[in-house]
């Protein structure tokens, strides 16, 4: 087991507002200053905000602990992105947003400069090895 690097005074970063099926939300993003790599994330829900944020939230600091103690970039979005909630998917760009859930995952894949097609296409390789 890896150490949780320990958090800088200040670090920086980027917040991305983002779509979702649970209202508009804000996804904050910060790099480690010494090496560039996310290590932390946030989500803000907006007024309309509807969804257990709750979750969210919560998803949010354990993807930054991981993140912190080595975990790959490119799992916590797989981990992420691609899960529906009850409500209908919106559009963010020329992405569907299929929960709030999803758009934080999106979101990183933004700021971390990902093409969208290589991890989706792992999800459906996971989804076989898990169903
Ligand atoms: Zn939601």
Known sequence: MVAKKSRPKAVPGETLEMNSPCGKIYVTMND?????????LF???????????LVANALTIITSYGLRSGMDVTDAIK??????????PVCDGDENITSCVDAIGR??????????EVEEQD???QEEVLS
């Open 43 to 53: 989500v803000r829900f907006g007024k309309s905000g509807t969804c257990g944020s």
């Open 107 to 116: 979101a990183i894949r933004i700021h971390v400069g990902l093409e969208p």
């Open 79 to 88: 981990g992420l992105i691609g899960h529906g909630c009850h409500r209908a």
């Open 123 to 125: 999800i459906d390789q």
């Open 32 to 40: 480690n200053p010494d090496t560039g790599d996310l290590m932390e």
